[in-house]
């Protein structure tokens, strides 16, 4: 079993719909993070969490908002889709603590697209 | 601003060596990491550096020079199997970076046979 998973791995919306992407992992790290990916490009930070009751925005937040509902679950959420957000969405996570070099583990991603 | 400078592509030849350069303008410094990412995959962790100097994992070494704020990754005896893109990530730990990564666009790696 993977130890990040993310669902739904694909998905097709219209502008203005609410869309949810929820990551789930078994590796029990504290860290857990949701990028975004455009094609051709690096990986933009959107929101981490350093445990359940710390929460971050990262630097493209505008538009998102994240829950985090156990250790285990991130959840991102898009109240608004718009066709910009049109990306590959990934969730990691990494142990913290202090360890360097605090190795992120990625989900397998979800491919969003609005329309 | 805070910036990672990486090739956008580089073609090189099965059985070869390919090195991808990074450099980086952050406000403060925590370590230079390197990931693997296959057209559609998730990126993987390959290597960190922290300290100057060359460090060594199979066909792969990173290495890091602080003061010239530079590093590079080097893949020796090229397979098809390492055709993908590479990004360098550097842990920021200026003010209000929270000691995040920040992000290289990526180097994609072509490989011939």
């Known amino acids: 079993d993977a130890d990040v998973t993310q669902t739904p791995r694909n998905r097709i919306t219209k502008t203005g719909k609410r869309i949810m992407l929820e990551c789930s992992q078994t590796k029990g790290h504290d860290r857990m993070y949701w990028y975004r990916q455009d094609p051709g490009l690096g990986l933009q930070l959107i929101y981490y969490?350093?445990?359940?009751?710390?929460?971050n925005k990262g630097e493209i937040s505008d538009g998102y908002s994240v829950s985090r509902q156990a250790q285990a679950k991130f959840s991102l959420s898009l109240e608004s889709a718009i066709p910009n957000q049109t990306a590959l969405y990934f969730c990691?996570?990494?142990?913290?603590?202090?360890?360097?070099?605090?190795?992120?583990?990625f989900g397998p991603g979800t491919r969003l697209t609005v329309l | 601003g805070q910036s990672l400078e990486q090739p956008s592509e580089v073609t090189a030849v099965e059985g070869a060596i390919v090195q991808i350069n990074c450099t980086y303008q952050?406000?403060?410094?925590?370590?230079l990491s390197w990931y693997q990412q296959h057209d559609g995959g998730a990126p993987t962790f390959l290597s960190y550096?922290?300290l100057d100097g060359l460090e060594e994992t199979g066909r792969f070494s990173s290495f890091l020079s602080r003061s010239d704020s530079y590093g590079y990754l080097l893949l020796q005896e090229l397979q098809m199997k390492d055709s993908a893109s590479y990004f360098c990530?550097?842990?920021?730990?200026?003010?209000?970076?929270?000691?995040?990564?920040?992000w290289g666009a990526g180097t994609k790696l072509i490989i011939k046979p």
């Open positions: 969490s350093f445990d359940v009751k710390d929460i």
């Open positions: 550096n922290a």
């Open positions: 990691a996570t990494s142990v913290g603590a202090g360890r360097l070099p605090d190795t992120q583990y």
């Open positions: 952050t406000s403060g410094f925590y370590g």
């Open positions: 990530a550097v842990r920021d730990y200026g003010v209000g970076s929270n000691y995040q990564l920040i």
